[in-house]
Nanobody, 121 residues
Framework: QVQLVESGGGSVQAGGSLRLSCAAS????????MGWFRQAPGKEREGVAR???????AYAESVKGRFTISQDNRKNTLYLQMDSLKPVDTAMYYC???????????????WGRGTQVTVSS
């Protein structure tokens, strides 16, 4: 199984940007689906973005036009570029990999430990 390690989280003011990275222990292109999820305090984990091995992407409605998912298979790294951040984006962000999808997002069988993103107004 691929191991996933997120980085790039932090604190930023509303309107700012962050880029999350997810370093994988093996070739990211070998997993059908790579994606990002987030969980805010007191809320359920939700899908944010996903990228399939065929290049198909999907985003949560709340982040469309602001977040961009990408991967660099040479570096075995998945990214999430987050622009125009809002306080409602505050959450723990998790990288995930899976062999399929459920709904619009990955059906993960592997999770990272998460990186915290805090957006202040």
């Amino acid at each position: 199984q691929v191991q996933l390690v997120e980085s790039g989280g932090g604190s930023v003011q509303a309107g700012g940007s962050l880029r999350l990275s997810c370093a994988a222990s093996s070739y990211t292109g070998s997993r059908y689906c790579m994606g990002w999820f987030r969980q805010a305090p007191g809320k359920e984990r939700e899908g944010v973005a996903r990228l399939t091995m065929y290049g198909s992407v999907a985003y949560a409605e709340s982040v469309k036009g602001r977040f961009t998912i990408s991967q660099d298979n040479r570096k075995n790294t998945l990214y999430l570029q987050m622009d125009s951040l809002k306080p409602v984006d505050t959450a723990m962000y998790y990288c995930a990999a899976g062999a399929g999808t459920t709904g619009a997002f990955c059906a993960p069988d592997q999770w990272g430990r998460g990186t915290q993103v805090t957006v202040s107004s």
